[in-house]
Structure formats: structure tokens, C-alpha cells
């Protein structure tokens, strides 16, 4: 596995990349222009100038996460064409500087919920929480205007900016079903994949988080049937996912293991990370740890490592740990312990399995 970590970008993260560079086995940053808005195209000089800032501490810059989809490309709007022409435009501009894959979601109006950015740990560390009652009883404009006001970093789907087309949006999609949006997703991939194909980079659709419909709106990306009916949608391996253990594992009838082993030729991109989950429909983030969630972390790294994943791992959210301020769920520590306890997992493997070969040889 190649080991990535996520960066927000010089004055908008905490974490540095003098610090990054440290944390053993880490080869590139996942990155996106933050600031530039779902539709927009990506200015070549702008990429330019994240690679040099990489390029200062031989960081690669492979993955992008994400170039967001604009909202007339979901609902299938006139103007659909527009932006789709606008993305394979950025497609291009991130072809120049060897970008291998692009993270994206296709989750209308919310990229992800939590209702509680700082949740409790028995440890007294912090994490981000999901309460189902709260979702199931809240206005979700309050819950923008909650996790918008986060005074220190942007929260990449909840800017600010997006109050005033909320309400717009949800009359939008009253009547979108799931097809309907299954139906939009293809029209974007038949537009985008020849040109994927032709620049050699990958797209890798990110599961919805948490994997349910909320506020009535619809979901695909939520389930192994659910993936294995988006990759179909375009035969081609540039049409793949990001396959998050976090976002899927929420639901109990999601066997990820399994999803490894069926989806390993398409799976572009990884995200580890661990959740407690509790009778009544809640979860909070935890350590990366296998004991500490429900999701058996350990058979995860094992299914990578049978399959040769040979593809981008990152340790996704971490807690909030030792005081430290930073975006919520992007600190720095918990996201480095995270990262050592998938290398020792990974490392383990690595080591009994040249054991077997060595006997194995030694043996005929």
C-alpha cells in the first residue's frame, strides 16, 4: 500500500508539512484548491503552485480529493453539460502534473453529516459524533449554520457561502429519486471516462457518509450492491471507488472485507478508519485501533494486503488528542498513530508471508 495524508492547504490546516514529512512512510498529500467552487475549473498556475509546495519535501501529489461535482450534474439540469465540460477541463490541468486519481461524491446538498464535531471518548478525547435522533428531529439548515460557523477552518461541504442556495437545493431535489440520480451519475461518467482514460487518471467515487438517505434526500453510494451497480454503469477501470471503512461500516449489513475481495480491481483509493457503533442508531470516530471500534480493522488491512493492494491508503479522521487545536477529525496526532498502527498491521503480514515463502522454498 502507499501511504498519503490529507492537507487542507497552507493557512487553512493546522498540520504542517515539515510535520507530515516525519511521520514514517508517508509519500504524498491528498489535496484540493478549497476555495475554487463546484463547477469552476481548476487554473493550471494554481496546481503549479501546490506541486512546488510539495515538491520542497519530495511529496507527491497522486491523488486530489476531490474536485466536487456541481450540483446541475446531479440533478441533471440543462446546464449540466456546462460543468462537465468545466471538469474535464480540470481534468486536463491536473493531467500536468501526473495526478493518478480523483476522489469525488456524488451526495446531494451534504457532502457529509455529524452532529457533533467534538463527541466524548471514554478517554476524554474527542471525535466526531453522529446522533440519529438529533438528524431524524433537526432542521438541516440549523445544522449548517452549526457546522458552518466553525471559526478556525473551512469544513470543506459546509461553507458559509452555501446558507443562501440551501433552500433553493432541497425544492430541487423534492422529486429526484434514486434512480433519477443513479440515471445523472452515468451521464456524468459516459462524458468524463473516455477523457479518464485518455489522461490516464482515475476517478474513484466516494460513499456517502453515512450511507442512508437524510433529510428525504437520496443515496447511491451506500452498499456492496450499491457499488457494484456504479461500477457497471461504465465498464472501464478509470470508473472506480474510494472505498471508505468508516463511511460504509456505519451500516452493520455492509461487510467491507467482502467489498475488498469483490471491488480490488477498482478500488483506487482507500480510507481506514474506525467507528463505534451504538444500539440506537448513533457512532462516533475512534482510534484506528481494532478494539477500540466495532470494525474489525485488522481482517480490513489483512483483505488489502491478500488482494496485493498496491494502491493509496490514508488513515482518514482521527481524534482529537494531548490538547492539540485543529480542523475537526484533521488533527495531526491521532492521524500519525492511525497511520503507524496500519503500517504495523501491514508490516506483520508482510513479515509472516515471507516466513511462509521461505519455507515453502525450503521445503520442495
Same mark, same amino acid.
Given at each position: 500500500?502507499?501511504?498519503?495524508?490529507?492537507?487542507?492547504?497552507?493557512?487553512?490546516?493546522?498540520?504542517?508539512?515539515?510535520?507530515?514529512?516525519?511521520?514514517?512512510?508517508?509519500?504524498?498529500?491528498?489535496?484540493?484548491?478549497?476555495?475554487?467552487?463546484?463547477?469552476?475549473?481548476?487554473?493550471?498556475?494554481?496546481?503549479?503552485?501546490?506541486?512546488?509546495?510539495?515538491?520542497?519535501?519530495?511529496?507527491?501529489?497522486?491523488?486530489?480529493?476531490?474536485?466536487?461535482?456541481?450540483?446541475?450534474?446531479?440533478?441533471?439540469?440543462?446546464?449540466?453539460?456546462?460543468?462537465?465540460?468545466?471538469?474535464?477541463?480540470?481534468?486536463?490541468?491536473?493531467?500536468?502534473?501526473?495526478?493518478?486519481?480523483?476522489?469525488?461524491?456524488?451526495?446531494?446538498?451534504?457532502?457529509?453529516?455529524?452532529?457533533?464535531?467534538?463527541?466524548?471518548?471514554?478517554?476524554?478525547?474527542?471525535? @466526531? *459524533?453522529?446522533?440519529?435522533?438529533? $438528524? =431524524?428531529?433537526? !432542521?438541516? #439548515? &440549523?445544522?449548517? +449554520?452549526?457546522?458552518?460557523?466553525?471559526?478556525?477552518?473551512?469544513?470543506?461541504?459546509?461553507?458559509?457561502?452555501?446558507?443562501?442556495?440551501?433552500?433553493? @437545493? *432541497?425544492?430541487?431535489?423534492?422529486? $429526484? =429519486?434514486?434512480? !433519477?440520480? #443513479? &440515471?445523472?451519475? +452515468?451521464?456524468?461518467?459516459?462524458?468524463?471516462?473516455?477523457?479518464?482514460?485518455?489522461?490516464?487518471?482515475?476517478?474513484?467515487?466516494?460513499?456517502?457518509?453515512?450511507?442512508?438517505?437524510?433529510?428525504?434526500?437520496?443515496?447511491?453510494?451506500?452498499?456492496?450492491?450499491?457499488?457494484?451497480?456504479?461500477?457497471?454503469?461504465?465498464?472501464?477501470?478509470?470508473?472506480?471507488?474510494?472505498?471508505?471503512?468508516?463511511?460504509?461500516?456505519?451500516?452493520?449489513?455492509?461487510?467491507?472485507?467482502?467489498?475488498?475481495?469483490?471491488?480490488?480491481?477498482?478500488?483506487?483509493?482507500?480510507?481506514?478508519?474506525?467507528?463505534?457503533?451504538?444500539?440506537?442508531?448513533?457512532?462516533?470516530?475512534?482510534?484506528?485501533?481494532?478494539?477500540?471500534?466495532?470494525?474489525?480493522?485488522?481482517?480490513?488491512?489483512?483483505?488489502?494486503?491478500?488482494?496485493?493492494?498496491?494502491?493509496?491508503?490514508?488513515?482518514?479522521?482521527?481524534?482529537?488528542?494531548?490538547?492539540?487545536?485543529?480542523?475537526?477529525?484533521?488533527?495531526?496526532?491521532?492521524?500519525?498513530?492511525?497511520?503507524?498502527?496500519?503500517?504495523?498491521?501491514?508490516?506483520?503480514?508482510?513479515?509472516?508471508?515471507?516466513?511462509?515463502?521461505?519455507?515453502?522454498?525450503?521445503?520442495?
Amino acid at each position: 500500500m502507499r501511504m498519503v495524508f490529507r492537507w487542507f492547504g497552507e493557512g487553512n490546516d493546522s498540520v504542517t508539512l515539515p510535520q507530515i514529512k516525519q511521520i514514517p512512510g508517508v509519500e504524498g498529500i491528498v489535496w484540493a484548491l478549497h476555495d475554487i467552487q463546484a463547477g469552476e475549473i481548476w487554473p493550471a498556475e494554481r496546481i503549479q503552485a501546490i506541486k512546488k509546495q510539495a515538491d520542497a519535501y519530495d511529496f507527491h501529489l497522486d491523488v486530489v480529493e476531490s474536485v466536487n461535482i456541481h450540483e446541475s450534474i446531479k440533478l441533471g439540469h440543462r446546464e449540466r453539460d456546462y460543468y462537465i465540460n468545466n471538469y474535464i477541463e480540470t481534468i486536463k490541468n491536473l493531467a500536468s502534473i501526473n495526478v493518478k486519481v480523483i476522489c469525488y461524491n456524488f451526495m446531494p446538498v451534504f457532502d457529509w453529516v455529524r452532529t457533533n464535531l467534538f463527541g466524548s471518548l471514554p478517554d476524554q478525547s474527542t471525535a @466526531l *459524533f453522529y446522533e440519529k435522533a438529533k $438528524v =431524524t428531529d433537526m !432542521d438541516p #439548515l &440549523d445544522l449548517v +449554520r452549526k457546522i458552518a460557523a466553525n471559526p478556525d477552518y473551512t469544513m470543506p461541504g459546509w461553507e458559509p457561502e452555501r446558507l443562501e442556495t440551501l433552500k433553493d @437545493l *432541497f425544492a430541487a431535489y423534492q422529486h $429526484v =429519486t434514486t434512480e !433519477d440520480l #443513479l &440515471d445523472n451519475l +452515468r451521464y456524468f461518467l459516459e462524458k468524463v471516462i473516455p477523457i479518464c482514460e485518455e489522461y490516464d487518471i482515475k476517478l474513484a467515487i466516494h460513499p456517502d457518509d453515512p450511507p442512508w438517505e437524510i433529510f428525504d434526500l437520496p443515496r447511491i453510494v451506500t452498499t456492496q450492491e450499491r457499488l457494484r451497480k456504479i461500477v457497471n454503469l461504465v465498464p472501464s477501470k478509470y470508473n472506480g471507488i474510494t472505498l471508505c471503512s468508516g463511511a460504509l461500516g456505519v451500516r452493520e449489513d455492509n461487510d467491507i472485507v467482502a467489498m475488498i475481495h469483490e471491488f480490488k480491481d477498482r478500488i483506487h483509493f482507500a480510507h481506514i478508519r474506525n467507528v463505534k457503533l451504538f444500539d440506537n442508531g448513533d457512532f462516533i470516530e475512534t482510534s484506528h485501533r481494532t478494539e477500540d471500534g466495532s470494525l474489525p480493522i485488522n481482517q480490513i488491512v489483512q483483505a488489502y494486503h491478500d488482494i496485493g493492494f498496491a494502491g493509496y491508503v490514508r488513515p482518514d479522521h482521527g481524534r482529537h488528542i494531548w490538547d492539540e487545536q485543529c480542523r475537526p477529525g484533521y488533527g495531526l496526532y491521532d492521524r500519525a498513530l492511525g497511520i503507524m498502527y496500519l503500517w504495523g498491521l501491514w508490516d506483520a503480514l508482510e513479515l509472516s508471508q515471507r516466513k511462509d515463502e521461505h519455507y515453502v522454498t525450503n521445503t520442495h
